[in-house]
């Protein structure tokens, strides 16, 4: 089992539709979580951190359930330009800091 | 803020060359940064970790005389791909922080690399 998990996808939606995504991390030693975004061949660039009490950017809303140890991601009113993979990425601090990367989910929002 | 600035975008050379990325953190400093490759629709892969002033840390299954990694200053790590072959063709990309280990990593434009 990886240690960050992500559904691959893909997720196909219709524009203006809104689409959640869910991310599972195993070691409750992780402290500190992202979401990034990578557009096909291009790099990945930091969406938004994700906080327990949640973080609100325009169309996009992070949670952080650290019972559940899960983090999601809500993205409303889907744009063409929402298309790309998103991935989840969460630091561990087991003697010594880690960055761990989720292998990412695809969305495709099309007209 | 947190630009990180790689250079060059692009490289296509002959099998045998030694190629080397420059990876440059432009408007903070860079105490760690990383080196990845991305093969096509698949996952990053963490090839080495390198703290300023100090010899990389590389994931294990990657040769460290085959891709040797500097990190002179706060503000640029170098990566060299030695004698490079087809099979080392991929998309490099790196990333640097700043601060503490758990601040997020902001990643370069990547270099894609194609031997011939």
């Known amino acids: 089992r990886k240690e960050v998990e992500q559904d691959p996808g893909p997720f196909n939606v219709p524009e203006g539709a809104t689409v959640a995504f869910n991310c599972t991390y195993s070691?409750?030693?992780?402290?500190?979580f992202f979401w990034y975004r990578q557009d096909c061949r291009k790099e990945p660039k930091l969406l938004m951190s994700v906080y327990s009490s949640g973080n609100e950017d325009g169309r996009f809303t992070a949670q952080l359930n650290r019972a559940s140890q899960y983090i999601s991601l809500l993205i409303r009113d889907s744009k063409l330009s929402d298309s790309a993979t998103y991935l989840c990425v969460v630091i561990r601090n087991t003697g010594g800091f880690k960055t761990i990367f989720g292998a990412g989910t695809r969305l495709f929002v099309k007209a | 803020g947190a630009v990180v600035s790689q250079h060059p975008s692009w490289v296509i050379c002959k099998s045998g060359t030694s190629v080397k990325i420059e990876c440059r953190s432009l408007d903070f400093q860079a105490t760690t940064m990383f080196w990845y490759r991305q093969f096509p629709k698949q996952s990053l892969m963490l090839m080495a970790t390198s703290n300023e002033g100090s010899k990389a840390t590389y994931e294990q299954g990657v040769e460290k005389d085959k891709f040797l990694i500097n990190h002179a200053s706060l503000t640029l790590s170098t990566l060299t791909v030695t004698s490079a072959h087809p099979e080392d063709s991929s998309f490099y990309i790196c990333?640097?922080?700043?601060?503490?280990?758990?601040?997020?990593?902001?990643f370069g434009d990547g270099t894609r690399l194609s031997i011939l």
């Open positions: 070691n409750s030693a992780s402290q500190s």
């Open positions: 990333s640097a922080r700043g601060g503490v280990g758990n601040q997020p990593q902001h």
